[in-house]
C-alpha cells in the first residue's frame, strides 16, 4: 500500500512540474509582433513604356535569411515587377529598388520567379543591416479563425490624406483580419490563403503574418465580387521556390514555445518515470532482453522523377518556370488561354500557338501545334504538324517560329 501512495505522489509531483512549465510557455494574448517591421521594405520598379519614358510602380516586400545573420533575399510577388521583368529587364533599361528611407535606397536585383504562384526572389548586392530577416512558417488547417496582420505600403494609405511619409518602417500599414479559407486555384495548383485583412495597391507583396509573428503567406490580391475578401499565397509556396534554388531561410518553430521550456517539460516527464522506477523496480537484475534486431533501412527510390516544368528561354522571359499540374499550358500571346504568355508583337509567336501537356504514365511531354502562322518546331528544325501531338521525353526543347523564343522541356526536383 505504501508503495501506491509513493507513486502517486510522484506522478501528482511531476504533472504539477509539467502544467507549470507548459503554462509558462502559452502566451496570455496573441498581439501583432513590431519587430515584423525591421524585416519589411517599399519596393519600386520602373520600366520604359513604348515611347522610352520610364514609368514606376510600388509594393512591398520582406527579406529572409538565416536568423541572426544580414539578410541579402527579398520576397514579394511576381506581379509587382511583372513589368521590370517583361519590358525593363528585356529592353535593358528596368529599375529595382529598395527603400530603407526617404533618402535611403539600394538596388534590388531578381534572382527568381514564378509566374503561375505569382512569387519573386530579389537580392541585394550584398547583406544589409538595415532589416532583418522574417521567419516562415507553413498555415496549418486548423489555424482557420485565427487572427492576421497584413503589413506593407498601400498607396491609398499615403494620398488619402497627403500623409507624409519616409518609407521607413514606421510608415508600413498594418490590418488586422482572420483566416476565412484555405483554397487551392485551379489551373495553377497554387496554394491561397483567403482573409478578411484589408489590402490595396501597394500590399501587394508584403508579410501576412499571424500572431507569433511568423510569414504565413504573401499578401496577392482583392475579390472584384467582394470586398471584404482578399488572397494570399501560403508561405509554402515561397518555401517550394527557396528550397529549389538553395536560398537560406528561417522557419518559426515549436508553436513559439522556446526549447528550452520544452526541456523543462520533458525534465518533469522524466522524473516522473525515474520515480516509478525507483519505486516499483526489484532488487535483483531483471534479465536482459533480447537485442531486437534493427530495423532495415528503405533505400530510396531511384524513380524519383521530379515536377514536369516549362522553362522559357526567351529575352522577355529569363528563365521563367511554368509548372505544369496535370492540365495541359498553353503558351501564346493571349493572356486570356495561355498561361505562358509572350508579349504581343513577340516574332514568331501566334495568339494561341501551341499545348503541352505531361503523360504521367509515359513520362512524356505532349506538344501540339494549335495551328500556329509561324510554326512550332523541333530543335532540329523539324517542324511539328498542326493539331498532331507529339511526344517529347525531359530535357528535350521546342521553339516558337524563331529560336529566341525556346522552351525547355524539363523535370524539376
Known sequence: MKRFRK??????????VLLMTLAMAVPAFAAFDQSVLDGVVLLYSGAPDSSGTMQYWR??????????????????????????ILAGEALGGGELYVMFDEND??????????????????KLAEPTDKRVPLRLRAPEEDSLGSEVYAVGYPLAADVTVQAVTSASQGDATVTTGSIGRFLTESGTGRELIQTDAALSGGNSGGPLIDGDGAVIGISTAGSKLDQNLFYAV??????????????????????????????????????VIVVLVV?????????????????????????????????SMAPQHGGMVVQLHHQPVQIGRDPATCRLVFQDGTPGVSSRHCQVYFDEQEQMFIVTDLNSTYGTFLMNGQRIAPNTPVKLPPNSSIYLGEADNTIYLEMEA
Open 279 to 311: 519505486v516499483m523496480g526489484k532488487k535483483k537484475k531483471a534479465a536482459a532482453a533480447p537485442e531486437a534486431p534493427a530495423s532495415p533501412v528503405q533505400e530510396e527510390t531511384a524513380d524519383k522523377k521530379g515536377s514536369p516544368v516549362l522553362r
Open 7 to 16: 507513486i502517486a505522489a510522484a506522478v501528482k509531483t511531476g504533472a504539477l
Open 105 to 122: 535606397q539600394q538596388e534590388a536585383y531578381l534572382v527568381v520567379y514564378d509566374a503561375a504562384k505569382d512569387v519573386a526572389v530579389l
Open 234 to 271: 501560403s508561405s509554402s509556396e515561397v518555401k517550394f521556390l527557396l528550397d529549389r534554388n538553395n536560398i537560406p531561410y528561417s522557419l518559426y518553430e515549436a508553436e513559439g514555445i522556446p526549447a528550452a521550456l520544452y526541456a523543462g517539460a520533458g525534465a518533469a516527464v522524466i522524473v
Open 59 to 84: 509594393g512591398t516586400g520582406f527579406f529572409v535569411g538565416e536568423e541572426g545573420q544580414n539578410p541579402e533575399y527579398i520576397i514579394t510577388n511576381c506581379h509587382v515587377i511583372e513589368d521590370y
